[in-house]
């Protein structure tokens, strides 16, 4: 893998500290590692990616919600 793709498989951990929420952080992180490992069989990573991003989607909504 490249540097574009590793910190495209990053994302959702780089989404999930800007939501500072604790309990976001390591599945995010875990799914970008998972991603990470995943790189060589591109649908299995894309699903890990996707619910990677999901999770730290709705913990930045609920921290924009809050305050």
């Known amino acids: ?8 498989a990053a994302m959702p951990f780089l989404l999930a500290l800007t939501s500072r929420m604790g309990k976001a952080i ?12 995943l790189g060589a069989e591109p649908h299995r990573a894309v699903v ?3 619910a990677g991003m ?10 924009l919600r809050a305050g």
Do not use: D, F, G, Y
């Open 48 to 50: 890990a990616w996707c």
């Open 1 to 8: 893998m490249n540097v574009l793709q590793i910190s495209i």
């Open 26 to 37: 390591v599945p995010c992180q875990l799914t970008s590692i998972v991603t990470v490992l």
């Open 54 to 63: 999901l999770i730290a989607a709705v913990a930045l909504r609920e921290r």
